[in-house]
């Protein structure tokens, strides 16, 4: 049975209106489903649990929502070998469907898809972990420490982005937050480990992402080549250079031609071990994971079928 996430509240009512063009078409051809509306934050993680664990032997969680619940829903499902999952995009930055290539605006197409996909599609996930403040959380789309991860969670409660949003210029937010906390931040001084092989010193670290698909913060291609399908993670860090040189090279990262620049660190890994000096900001999805200096970040192949 299909059983629809609903997050009316999202996306600046978004959701809500999607939803009410997604909701006659299951009726007019007679699908059966329920759907839930998570009404805080967290809840769909809840929701999601409940349903992974039902007695039914074919379960199709269809999510209507940003990359946020997206998130949620991933960290809730008990078994994922008995769910299939799906997406009709309601958020601004859309970075889990852009990564399937799945459509971002016309939820009558993402419906058909979702009827007609059959088994679906295998994709890996990618799972964070500290032992500084004993969680662990599954990605999607990618986790990161430092300037990306301050400005992705913070970018949820921004001003801006609601302004923004209604303007149908959510993306803008990102671009606006990135330069505005790179010249307030601090840099780091740390070590990586990538698949367990000898540390390596980054100093002036301004950001590092790990990465499941190519993009996130709204369409920024981190690692060009990354692929949801390929049983690696693909880190994009940058280090090693002044920040207002890193404000200039800004936009060849927002076109995806920074991957031989000076001061861009890119590879592919399955595990990656950071440790820093000093406490910073690390989130999955730009969901808020902690404040730390140490994480574990590593892959999970062929995690979860999606209906696309």
Known sequence: MYYFIVN????????????????????EKKIEYEFFVPEDAGHATKIAQEISVRD????????LGGDGTINEVLNGIADFSRVKLALIPTGSGNDFSRGLNLPRHNPKKSLE????????RKIDLGVVESSENGKKRIFGISAGFGLDAIVGTGNNSSKIKVALNKMHLGKLSYAILTVKTL?????????????GEDWIEMKKLIFLAAMNFKAEGGGV???PKARGD??????CAAAGVPKILTFFLFPFLCLGLHSNMKGFFLR????????????????????????VKSAKFSILKNAVSILA
Do not use: C, Y
């Open 8 to 27: 009316e509240h999202g996306g600046s009512g978004k959701g809500s209106r999607r939803w009410d063009k997604v909701k006659p078409l299951l009726d």
């Open 56 to 63: 039914d032997g074919d379960i199709k969680i269809v999510i």
């Open 113 to 120: 898809m979702i009827l007609n996909a059959g088994e679906g």
């Open 183 to 195: 010249f307030s931040m601090k840099t780091q001084t740390a070590r990586l480990k990538f698949d």
């Open 221 to 223: 291609p981190m690692s």
């Open 230 to 235: 390929d049983g690696k993670l693909s880190v």
């Open 268 to 291: 592919d890994f399955e595990t990656l071990e950071i440790q820093s000096a000093e406490k910073s900001t690390l989130h999955t999805d730009g969901e808020f994971f902690g404040n």
